[in-house]
């Protein structure tokens, strides 16, 4: 199914169109990795709504993005909570190990980091939220082994250049 037709079978599920705007960005920003502008304007027109109101749910929650970001888009809560937990520490080690600052990207694309307002998590602070996933109770160790499994399932979905490998044994 392509993305109008996911689109459509959502909306279908709700009473008015404009009640289906979030899902449908949902599944464009699933396709796309992003939200440029022309796609907030084919979910706008796939649901017949204004694009003003595309727009403002796009640019409103942190769930979604209308900029590219790297395969590991980290979210780190910087509320009360978090921050009185020590998400500022963390904060500052994280732009350290990866050699970019707040809402930056690293070069290899690997990793975008982010700082977000609140995960709705107060009793894992601090908490960073990676793709769809809550890691709470974060502490440095626990940021560095997060890292390293990250890069580690990097190298697994990427995989190696079969030009380049050698068959076991050779």
């Not at 907030?40 to 649901?47: C, H, N, P, R």
């Not at 929650?61 to 590991?72: A, D, I, K, N």
């Not at 707040?102 to 602070?125: H, I, N, P, R, Y």
């Not at 793709?131 to 890292?147: E, K, M, P, T, V």
Request: with cysteine.
């Amino acid at each position: 199914m392509n993305m109008r037709e996911k689109i459509e079978v959502a909306a279908a599920r709700y009473p008015n169109q404009r009640s289906a705007i979030m899902p449908a960005l949902l599944i464009a920003q699933k396709e796309h990795g992003h939200l440029p502008g022309p796609v907030l304007e084919e979910v706008a027109d796939i649901l017949g709504v204004e694009r003003i109101w595309v727009y403002e749910l796009a640019t409103f929650y942190t769930l979604f993005r209308t900029e590219p970001v790297g395969m590991f888009h980290l979210q780190l809560c910087d509320n009360v909570s978090c921050m009185l937990r020590g998400s500022e520490d963390l904060l500052r080690h994280l732009e350290a190990v990866l050699g970019i600052k707040k809402d930056g990207t690293t070069l290899d694309g690997l990793f975008t980091l982010s700082t977000v307002e609140c995960l709705g998590a107060c009793e894992m602070a601090p908490v960073m939220q990676v793709g769809d996933d809550y890691c709470g109770g974060l502490d440095i160790a626990r940021i560095d082994a997060l890292l390293e499994r990250l890069r580690a399932m990097a190298g697994q979905a990427i995989g190696a250049d079969p030009a380049t490998t050698a068959p076991p044994g050779e």
